[in-house]
């Protein structure tokens, strides 16, 4: 079956360290990929995307790259901060559907201080 | 602000009783979605809806229920609970296809 999971439950990073988030996923027709971090207590919260069609995206303090070939997604975050702490999800998108969102189980990133 | 709200936002109730949880959003979305978070399993979509009186079933619709009669509302109806629906529940909105979505703070149900 189809599904969107994470290499590692949990992360502990030093402040200042890049982290990097791993998600897996199995079905290649997927088209659209989403990372979100979800804080304690709060509602998942949209990091960035990207599409198919690119294998990198920048935004502020993030990276998302995309390895289509091994089915790969990651996120990098750059200089970690103590409010980087939190739970960051992958979610995918299929392109059968394109109102339904397929999420991972989730990692938990924690930064030392 | 803009913003998704859900209500209540904890609820202990007893199995068959019939509850509905309140989704609401002030940003003219046309994309609302239903969620439930539990320990190891991440997010869980339950129902989804494009638009006005179009919805559709997501992974886990089981003993749920959903309407969009107004574009904003977006209610989550459990008819006979049962505690294996004991949740974090969430909803969302966004605009089009579910890029960007904005999540409510939660609902927190318990069922006994």
């Known amino acids: 079956g189809e599904s969107v999971g994470l290499h590692l439950p949990t992360l502990s990073v030093q402040e200042g360290d890049n982290s990097i988030i791993n998600c897996a996923y199995s079905?290649?027709?997927?088209?659209?990929f989403i990372w979100y971090k979800q804080e304690s207590g709060k509602g998942p919260q949209f990091i960035i995307d990207i599409r198919s069609n690119m294998d990198k995206r920048q935004g502020q303090r993030v990276t998302v790259l995309l390895n289509k070939t091994v089915k790969h997604l990651s996120l990098q975050i750059a200089a970690t901060q103590p409010g980087d702490s939190a739970v960051y999800f992958c979610?995918?998108?299929?392109?059968?559907?394109?109102?339904?969102?397929?999420f991972g189980a989730g990692t938990t990133v924690t930064v030392r201080a | 602000e803009a913003q998704v709200t859900q209500n209540p936002r904890y609820l202990i109730t007893v199995t068959g009783k019939k509850l509905t949880v309140t989704c609401s959003q002030n940003m003219n979305h046309e994309y609302m979605s239903w969620y439930r978070q539990d320990p190891g399993l991440g997010l869980r979509q339950i129902y989804y809806s494009m638009n006005v009186e179009v919805t559709d079933k997501g992974d886990v619709p089981e003993g749920y229920k959903v309407s969009r009669k107004e574009k904003r509302n977006f209610p989550l109806i459990l008819e006979s609970p049962s505690p294996n629906q004991t949740s974090l529940y969430f909803c969302?909105?966004?605009?089009?296809?579910?890029?960007?979505?904005?999540f409510g703070p939660g609902t927190r149900l318990t069922v006994l």
């Open positions: 979610a995918e998108n299929m392109r059968s559907n394109d109102y339904k969102l397929s």
């Open positions: 079905n290649s027709a997927s088209d659209y």
């Open positions: 969302a909105s966004s605009l089009g296809r579910p890029d960007t979505q904005y």
